[in-house]
Nanobody, 123 residues
């Protein structure tokens, strides 16, 4: 059974930092591209960042470029999202996802999703 479990969310003041983790089980992680998405109240889920099979390529949404860093450790079956200089508009539920197609991952067509972790940034 495949599971993706996010952790590390919480409440932080604007300008602060959080590090999200996504622990994967039940799949050969090195066969999957991985990504982070988020959904704010009343809004559609949106792409945040993605990372290639062995971490050599990454891409980010314009809104987080330069503030967020995605990484992965296949030996630990875990992906991370380091979020710095957080803004109130970063408040959302953050989801991790995996896909076997790089382009499809970018538009949210994924093989598996996690359950999400709440990130709240106060002003």
């Amino acid at each position: 059974q495949v599971q993706l479990v996010e952790s590390g969310g919480g409440l932080v003041q604007a300008g602060g930092s959080l590090r999200l983790s996504c622990a994967a089980s039940g799949l050969a992680l090195s066969s999957y591209y991985m990504g982070w998405f988020r959904q704010a109240p009343g809004k559609e889920r949106e792409f945040v960042a993605r990372i290639s099979l062995f971490g050599t390529s990454t891409s980010y949404a314009d809104s987080v470029q330069g503030r967020f860093t995605i990484s992965r450790d296949n030996a630990k079956n875990t992906m991370y999202l380091q979020m710095n200089s957080l803004k109130p508009e970063d408040t959302a539920v953050y989801y991790c996802a995996v896909a076997q197609d790089w382009a499809r991952l970018r538009v949210g067509v994924t093989d598996y999703w996690g359950q999400g972790t709440q990130v709240t940034v106060s002003s």
